[in-house]
């Protein structure tokens, strides 16, 4: 047999458990646009985005209050990769989430 013959395509589940930081990475940038959605659909559907936005530009203080709940849900992944040893999905996830605060912090204050 050769090396070829031996080799398994990796399956599904195997990806799922892929322990890497770009995996972080990207569910980290992910979850918290998810959970903005839900927000959004949950408290402000009748307006548009755009008006959405307006307004979070023009009252910075409702912009700490609305991090917080876009990165809550990154702070249950970040704690269940570390929980089950996926310590570069963790890295990758706890990454976005100090860029996206700080963004967050940098915006409120200076801009």
């Not at 195997?14 to 569910?27: H, P, Q």
């Not at 559907?45 to 912009?63: H, I, Q, T, V």
């Not at 876009?70 to 929980?83: G, Q, S, Y």
Request: aromatic share 14%.
């Amino acid at each position: 047999m050769t090396q070829e013959e031996t080799t398994t395509p990796p399956s599904s589940t195997t990806a799922w458990k892929r322990d890497t930081l770009l995996r972080g990475f990207i569910m980290g940038l992910i979850t918290p646009v998810l959970a903005l959605v839900v927000y959004y659909y949950a408290k402000i559907a009748p307006n548009s985005w755009s008006d959405f936005f307006k307004y979070l530009g023009m009252e910075k203080r409702l912009l700490s209050s609305l991090t917080v709940i876009c990165l809550v849900p990154n702070i249950a992944l970040f704690t269940w990769f570390i929980n089950t040893h996926r310590d570069q999905t963790a890295k990758g996830i706890f990454g976005v989430t100090l860029l996206f605060a700080i963004v967050s912090l940098l915006v409120k204050f200076i801009g």
